[in-house]
């Protein structure tokens, strides 16, 4: 298994301290990474400013084909990446599967736009075009929840609009963004593509270095808000995709039955570690009851344990911070009065499991309404005014995602429009895609990724004015 950086276009091993990386299934060390020295870090965004000289002036087709090759380079990989991923992770192997085919898919997208040239003309005859030029050297910091696709959401627009970028990815889940860049390092140009390893120290250091123009970075609210300040005396751009607290509301006119199964995979999806998964469901008082009944057969239905198993619909939570966290949130819920069903699932007693979990008729205050519990946890509150429901959880933190679940079309689309969150559902939750932007109001996020305006978060305009001689 390949445990190195990848500094222009070469594996490079390490020299000083190291990071073991465990699979939280089993608790077993994995692999052993190097973390990248300073000296290593200047040599890696150096050796990408250089290779910007040439990348920049790179024809558009190449890039195209190369990104279709890397695509299918990636799929004839399926089953090791996906293996990597699980071992890693934790998800269910079908799961990471699933993560590898989204990522190939959203590869040949970004393929597939094209950087757009504006054209005019004025009254006098003068002639103005706005170009879309690179930055230079982007910094993308990815964490571990969807460690392959979110690397590829950061690297692949990157390169598409012929940036040069150095990824870091988390700590818990390096190996498959190492295999990641190593499949990208064999179409690309060296120096195009690094990756260093390491900590929150290293990644601080990169997106503080003064060669970077831009940085890139999925994670934590406070992570984000560091690397914000960080950037103002380089005034580097930010694209920060931060966390979210999530709201589904339910109305009363819902198939149960379908609607259940689709809640369940919208909060539960990779054990709820999903920046855009439910966090907290609202259901109308005259269906409380029956989807409460409905989730608690499909929890009880899931079979919790090591991902590999064919078996297994559950994985575990990625690593032992997290456990710790939402184990602290159930608990506290049950301290504060709330009434908890766990699915009656056994669970290995070995690994970082917590089995699906529903905390009901919580009061709005509790933690883990108000505060991201990013794992297997879904409270379930209820409702009788939807206008005050939608103001209450208006007054959230975040404003990542929430959706709406209704018959009525016109009713959801009129509620979407009062939420206060970057995208609106409805009747479903956390399927995104890679056209529509994709950013969080408030405290989860600065800045948009995905479609064309995604893209063009890596560029900066140049606007040129002819007139003839
Ligand atoms: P985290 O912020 O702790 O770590 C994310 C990455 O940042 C890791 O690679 C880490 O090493 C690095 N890092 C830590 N300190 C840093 C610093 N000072 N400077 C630069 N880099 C630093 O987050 P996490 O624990 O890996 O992820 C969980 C959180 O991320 C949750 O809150 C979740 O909602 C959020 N998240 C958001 C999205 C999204 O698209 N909005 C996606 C996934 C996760």
Request: proline share 4%; charged share 20%.
């Amino acid at each position: 298994m390949n445990t190195s950086m990848y500094i222009n276009g070469q594996t490079v091993l390490g020299t000083g301290k190291t990071i073991d990386v465990i699979n939280p299934a089993t608790l077993e060390v994995i692999a052993t990474v190097p973390s990248t020295t300073p000296e290593q870090l200047d040599d890696c965004i150096a050796k990408a400013k250089q290779a910007f000289t040439t990348w920049k002036n790179v024809d558009d087709q190449k890039i195209v084909q190369a990104f279709h090759a890397i695509a299918e380079d990636i799929l004839s990989q399926k089953n090791a990446l996906a293996t990597l991923i699980t071992q890693e992770q934790g998800k269910p192997i079908f799961l990471a599967q699933l993560e590898v085919e989204l990522t190939a898919q959203w590869i040949n997208y970004i393929a597939s736009l094209t950087i757009p040239v504006e054209h005019y003309r004025e009254t006098n005859g003068k002639k103005i075009t706005v170009y879309n030029r690179p930055l230079g050297v982007i910094a993308s910091i990815t964490p571990w929840n969807w460690p392959f696709m979110i690397a590829a959401w950061h690297l692949f627009p990157a390169l598409r609009t012929k940036n040069c970028v150095i990824n870091k990815p988390s700590e818990f889940t390096p190996l498959s963004t190492i295999k990641l860049v190593e499949i990208i390092n064999k179409h690309l140009p060296a120096g195009v593509c690094s990756l260093v390893l390491g900590d929150g120290q290293i990644g601080g250091e990169l997106t503080a270095h003064p060669f970077i123009e831009k940085v890139t970075f999925t994670g934590s609210t406070s992570t984000g808000q560091r690397i914000l300040q960080n950037s103002i005396n380089t005034l580097k751009s930010v694209v920060l995709e931060l966390g979210g607290n999530d709201v589904g509301i339910v109305l009363d006119d819902v198939d149960i039955e379908i609607t259940c199964q689709k809640l369940f995979m919208s909060a539960f999806l990779n054990a709820g570690q999903t920046c855009a998964c439910l966090k907290r469901l609202y259901v109308h008082d005259k269906i409380y009851d029956q989807v409460v009944q409905k989730l608690t057969e499909i929890i009880n239905a899931q079979v919790i344990g090591e991902g590999m198993a064919s078996t297994t619909t559950f994985g575990p939570v990625q690593n032992k911070m997290q456990f710790d966290k939402v184990q602290r949130l159930i608990e506290d819920a049950v301290e504060q009065g709330a009434t908890v069903i766990q699915s009656i699932q056994t669970k290995p007693e070995k690994g970082y499991f917590i089995p699906p979990t529903l905390v009901l008729d919580a009061s709005e205050d509790t933690a883990v309404v108000e505060q991201e519990q990013f794992g297997p946890v879904l409270p379930i509150l209820r409702f009788i005014d939807i206008d005050k429901v939608v103001e209450s959880t208006n007054r959230s933190e975040f404003g990542l995602g929430g959706s709406v679940w209704t018959k009525d079309l016109q009713k959801g689309q009129e509620i979407a429009e009062k939420m206060e969150t970057g995208t609106v559902w409805i009747n479903s939750h956390a399927d995104l895609s890679p056209e529509a932007a994709f950013g969080g109001w408030k405290l989860s996020g600065l800045g948009y990724s995905f479609g064309m305006g995604g893209l063009l978060q890596y560029t900066h305009k140049q606007s040129v004015h002819i007139t003839e001689a």
